[in-house]
């Protein structure tokens, strides 16, 4: 049957036209009942080469039409419980019918129903009855009149696959909240785990009604509009943001913006989360995710965003999930979340559910009994084995019932919900193939791409999908898209998927992948992981790799870190199983070197360090400039990030020279900033101060903000290391005006502590925690937060206000030995030691001194080095009055001399000139401890520092005059 055009309307249309040419029109009767026919052989001597087609349902369907008036269309029980929802029916009661043992109720159709409700009109006909549910319906019902008060909330609705988790969001939508209720309804797909902000952007394409047949002016003429349209500085901004992910080429019509990836994820975040939850207060919105268990990263980070804004606005969000999502930890803490954990049904929810998709007639005990124990009260099995049962011809329906047709065992009734899928999907005939290519392209598809697919006959596609949707196993588009249909349930897919053999499967793969490479053609962006996913299914490994790496880069763009992540193991899974030939070598070492930006915000270089150093020889095999170039620079990155500074040294000066050559001003950038910060962690602060001019004009050159902040800091701790205070302030908030002026987030919180460190070095302690609070304002990811609490903590302990400080400082170093991140390791274990000194837990402070020393050691981290040997000396000469702990201080105070002598560090200098006087104080070397503690004085006096003086003249005083 034809869903549309509708018939009688093509036949009123053709006979609009015969009237025009003065012709009769045409007068059609219809009748339709759907169920099973005897077909008749064909005989040799039969030249009709016609069958006889007996039984009921053909019977039916005669006597149908004998009753229908001229040019209308009748409708018998088994049709009109297929079509339920699609058209508008007139039910014209129970007729007693020729031939026919009881009486059957006949509807007449009045028309299609309208494009825009017909999903919900098939709906509210097909789905089943909330049967058991009635307490959870309740409290959404309570939920949703909060919300209408300013009192938003959160609903995580979870229970096993076809629990009834959409039905209850069904009821809902249809029983809850108002028709004209502002709704979001955001989808999640398996396919689609990796595909950052998948669900969002398919809802924001949808609202803002962008279509794939739009060009690109049009579609970013639809993006500015939905964003306000005002074509002010912030429209433009988040529209730059937003069209990458879109896929949407926006030329210069839109600004470039200098920003890092973080800093452009959050900002990205921000505007994501301003369209999601900043609609009009008048009204109260719906937001439905269904299958959280299939969320993307970047979409869990905004919902965590979202939903912190839920408590004072007209807001109900709801969110469906299989029992394996687990909710972020911290929505536990909020007062506006509620759990529904749906249970199965007991047999009288269960017998209901039968009794609807059975038209509300019994049927026989013991075929409902046989139902109920199979279906063990899931709902969705419920309702597909009973319409396999009616579909099977075991019960005929009759006028207040069914009855038994044969005896009960002479069909199967499966046991298993796949398997009832699987015999219904057996019996589409045709249709069956239909619904398996759908299923290779996903959930949701569309006509367009199945028909570029399917090598059939357009005619014979459209019955099969006509089939498909009578058969009530797949739905029209929910928001009424043309050519676009929907499984009605991700098992349905499932089902038809896993029918297909192994080798057509990966066939069918090739060929989607074909056919969306030509949809696409001129925007193939878009399309990256939906190619990406359809060619690692496929034979053509070599596309998927290409496609794989495709949708990585755009990911790192995008900042999507934990996504591209996953594209990069990926992708490299997959050139295991490739031909070892230069073209396989070279796109594994172009992909591995791209990894940077990952690797430093995930923290996995340690997880792949021997795997990245032992494809060297292969990078350099290879020759090229460029390519080599990004290699040097990303293994350079790998030994500084993992504390192997002299390492890093030899590989970035090489990664200098090549990107020189290649002209790569990017990766020369990123080389010579961590070439600086190499130097500074060695003691080299000259050298490091000569690199951060160099560094500075390649990142300022290429637009790398992140790197352009990181030179500057990086020359700024040099300074402090030199006791330089104001220079080192000056650069430090040089680099925090770059990054506050752009927005970037992430850097003016980096910056902000970095200009904190002089001025606690120093010991203006009220201004090193002003600054480590804008540092932790600043912070707009978790790991922001928690490194600049943590030095926030360090300026609190350093002022003597130790509450809930040392806690958050053992959990960062904590993190940081987990990940292998040896400099960030050392570095803030001694300001953890340090807190822990000035607290008076001097044993943990021992610890933590000996930790951070060793790791200093054995990174060549000379400064670190010397400041935890004389920090470890003054512990000797705390814990131990004895001589053997006065010889312990002072060897440990002559290395600490020598090491930051040769590093030129004033102030740390004259701290261990204190110390000394406190030994030799202890050994009664009094004119030594003056000369000490006076050359002490001097050095802070000429420095500026506020910590120190005190305690020397302290000393000095009882050391005496000489």
Known sequence: MSLEPFPLEAI??????????????????????????????????????????????????????????????LLGPGTMHLVAGQFECEDLGEHQLKGLAHPIRAHRVRGAVERATRFAARVRGLVSPMAGRSADLQRLRELWAQACTSAGSLALVSGEPGIGESRLTVALTEEICPPDSARLCLQCSPYDQNSAFFPVLRQLESVLEISPRDDNDLRLEKLLAGLGGDGGDAALESAALLAPLLGIPAGDRLPSLFMSPAARKQKTLQVLADWLVGHDRRSTLLILLEDAHWIDPSTLELLELAVTRLRERRILCVLTSRPEFAPPAQWEQLGYVAHFKLGRLDRDGGAEIVRHVAHGKAIPERVLSEILDKTDGVPLFLEELTSHVLESGLLAEEAEAWRLTRPLGAVEIPATLQGSLTARLDRLGPAKETAQLAAAIGRRFTREVLAAVDARPVAELDAALDRLVASQLVFADPAGAPGVFVFKHALVQDAAYDSLLKKTRRQVHERIGGTLERLHADRLE??????????????????????????????????????AYQYFLAALALLDELPDVEAHRRRRIGLMANQVPALILLLKFHEHQELFLRHMEVAESLGDADLLGRWYCCIG????????????IRVLTLAVTWCEKAGNVEALGRSYVILEWSNLYIGEHEKALALSEPARRATEQARDLRYLVWAYTGASWALSHQGKWEAAEALGLTALKRAEDLGEFTMASFAAFIVAIPNIMKGDYPKAIAYGQKSARYAATPGDQAWSQCYLCWARCRAGDFAGTLDIQVLMVGA????????????????????????????????????????????????????????????????????????????????????????????ELALVDVAWGRVCLRQEKKSDARRRLAQALAAFERLGTQAGPEEARRLLAEAGEG
């Open 526 to 563: 878009e399309a990256y992981e939906l190619l990406a996913r359809h060619y690692q299914l496929s034979p053509n490994k070599e596309k998927a790799v290409a496609y794989l790496d495709c949708a990585n880069q755009k990911a790192i763009r995008a900042s999507a870190m934990n996504e």
């Open 637 to 648: 990155h790998f030994h500084y990030w993992l504390g192997r500074f002299d390492e890093a």
């Open 12 to 73: 009123e249309a053709l006979n609009g036209k015969r009237a025009a040419r003065g012709g009769r029109p045409i007068r059609v009767r219809i009748g339709a009942q759907t169920g099973l026919v005897v077909l008749g052989e064909v005989s040799a001597s039969d030249t009709r080469q016609e069958r006889a087609v007996v039984g009921d349902t053909p019977n039916l369907a005669s006597r149908l039409q004998g009753l229908a008036e001229p040019g209308t269309f």
């Open 816 to 907: 940081l030995r987990a990940a292998h991140f040896a400099w960030g390791e050392a570095n803030f274990g001694r300001m953890l030691a340090d807190s822990q000194l000035l607290a008076g837990r001097r044993e943990e402070a021992r610890n933590s001194f000996e930790e951070a020393l060793a790791v200093a050691a054995r990174c060549n981290m000379r400064f670190l080095r010397g400041s935890c040997l004389r920090f470890l000396a003054e512990l000797d000469l705390l814990d131990d009055a004895t001589p053997r702990g006065t010889e312990s201080a002072a060897a440990r105070l002559t290395e600490s001399a020598a090491v930051l002598r040769e590093l030129g560090a004033e102030n």
